[in-house]
Protein backbone atom coordinates (compact mmCIF):
# COMPACT_ATOMS: atom_id res chain seq x y z
CA UNK A 1 0.00 0.00 0.00
CA UNK A 2 3.05 2.11 0.54
CA UNK A 3 4.64 2.11 -2.92
CA UNK A 4 0.86 2.62 -4.60
CA UNK A 5 0.96 6.23 -2.35
CA UNK A 6 4.23 6.78 -3.40
CA UNK A 7 4.05 6.14 -7.08
CA UNK A 8 0.17 8.50 -6.96
CA UNK A 9 2.54 11.14 -5.28
CA UNK A 10 5.03 11.30 -8.35
CA UNK A 11 2.08 12.62 -10.38
CA UNK A 12 0.39 16.50 -9.27
CA UNK A 13 -2.67 16.51 -8.19
CA UNK A 14 -3.17 18.40 -10.96
CA UNK A 15 -3.13 16.30 -13.45
CA UNK A 16 -5.66 13.69 -11.68
CA UNK A 17 -8.08 17.05 -11.85
CA UNK A 18 -7.41 17.23 -15.80
CA UNK A 19 -7.68 14.01 -16.25
CA UNK A 20 -11.00 13.70 -14.05
CA UNK A 21 -11.99 16.79 -15.66
CA UNK A 22 -11.83 15.45 -19.58
CA UNK A 23 -13.55 12.13 -19.04
CA UNK A 24 -16.35 14.14 -17.24
CA UNK A 25 -16.34 16.01 -20.10
CA UNK A 26 -16.49 13.02 -22.30
CA UNK A 27 -19.38 11.32 -20.43
CA UNK A 28 -21.38 14.71 -20.57
CA UNK A 29 -20.93 14.91 -24.12
CA UNK A 30 -21.66 11.72 -24.75
CA UNK A 31 -24.96 12.17 -23.08
CA UNK A 32 -26.05 14.86 -24.55
CA UNK A 33 -24.63 14.15 -28.02
CA UNK A 34 -25.39 10.18 -28.66
CA UNK A 35 -29.34 9.08 -29.29
CA UNK A 36 -28.31 5.49 -28.69
CA UNK A 37 -28.64 4.12 -25.42
CA UNK A 38 -26.10 2.20 -24.78
CA UNK A 39 -23.51 4.82 -25.59
CA UNK A 40 -25.46 6.96 -23.41
CA UNK A 41 -25.32 4.35 -20.22
CA UNK A 42 -21.68 4.14 -21.13
CA UNK A 43 -21.42 7.65 -20.84
CA UNK A 44 -22.57 8.16 -17.47
CA UNK A 45 -20.51 4.76 -16.28
CA UNK A 46 -17.87 7.58 -17.47
CA UNK A 47 -18.46 10.71 -15.32
CA UNK A 48 -19.04 8.02 -12.50
CA UNK A 49 -15.65 6.60 -12.81
CA UNK A 50 -14.10 10.51 -13.26
CA UNK A 51 -15.81 11.61 -10.09
CA UNK A 52 -14.09 8.06 -8.09
CA UNK A 53 -10.67 8.40 -9.87
CA UNK A 54 -11.00 12.64 -8.48
CA UNK A 55 -12.31 11.23 -4.70
CA UNK A 56 -9.33 8.61 -5.29
CA UNK A 57 -6.79 11.05 -5.77
CA UNK A 58 -7.84 13.57 -3.61
CA UNK A 59 -7.80 10.88 -0.45
CA UNK A 60 -4.40 9.59 -1.26
CA UNK A 61 -3.20 13.45 -1.05
CA UNK A 62 -4.70 14.28 1.73
CA UNK A 63 -4.20 11.00 3.84
CA UNK A 64 -7.79 10.66 4.82
CA UNK A 65 -9.14 7.05 3.26
CA UNK A 66 -13.03 8.46 3.81
CA UNK A 67 -12.43 9.13 -0.26
CA UNK A 68 -11.74 5.03 -0.94
CA UNK A 69 -14.49 4.32 0.98
CA UNK A 70 -16.89 6.65 -0.67
CA UNK A 71 -16.12 5.17 -4.21
CA UNK A 72 -17.19 1.86 -2.85
CA UNK A 73 -20.71 3.47 -1.98
CA UNK A 74 -20.51 4.92 -5.66
CA UNK A 75 -19.63 1.87 -7.54
CA UNK A 76 -22.32 -0.40 -6.03
CA UNK A 77 -25.21 2.19 -7.27
CA UNK A 78 -23.20 2.18 -10.34
CA UNK A 79 -23.21 -2.00 -10.87
CA UNK A 80 -27.02 -2.40 -10.51
CA UNK A 81 -27.64 0.66 -12.89
CA UNK A 82 -25.55 -1.21 -15.66
CA UNK A 83 -27.64 -4.53 -14.41
CA UNK A 84 -31.07 -2.53 -14.33
CA UNK A 85 -30.31 -0.45 -17.75
CA UNK A 86 -29.08 -3.28 -19.83
CA UNK A 87 -32.61 -5.17 -18.94
CA UNK A 88 -34.23 -1.59 -19.51
CA UNK A 89 -32.27 -1.58 -22.85
CA UNK A 90 -33.08 -5.23 -23.86
CA UNK A 91 -36.87 -4.42 -23.08
CA UNK A 92 -36.95 -1.62 -25.26
CA UNK A 93 -35.37 -3.59 -27.80
CA UNK A 94 -37.92 -6.06 -27.86
CA UNK A 95 -40.69 -4.06 -28.16
CA UNK A 96 -39.15 -1.50 -30.86
CA UNK A 97 -36.38 -3.55 -32.55
CA UNK A 98 -34.53 -0.24 -31.62
CA UNK A 99 -32.04 1.32 -29.44
CA UNK A 100 -32.40 4.94 -30.15
CA UNK A 101 -34.00 6.85 -27.57
CA UNK A 102 -36.30 9.27 -30.54
CA UNK A 103 -38.33 6.21 -30.95
CA UNK A 104 -39.40 5.78 -27.23
CA UNK A 105 -42.09 8.34 -27.64
CA UNK A 106 -43.81 4.93 -29.12
CA UNK A 107 -44.01 3.88 -25.54
CA UNK A 108 -45.67 6.83 -24.23
CA UNK A 109 -49.95 6.05 -23.29
Known sequence: ???L???????PLNHYIILSAVIFSIGVIGVL?????IVIFMSVELMLNAVNLLLTA???????????VFVFFI??????E?????????MIYRNTNSIDI??????KW
Open 82 to 90: VAIGTAIIV
Open 102 to 107: NVLNRL
Open 33 to 37: VRRNA
Open 58 to 68: FSVYSNDPSGQ
Open 5 to 11: TNAMHLV
Open 1 to 3: MQN
Open 75 to 80: MAPAAA
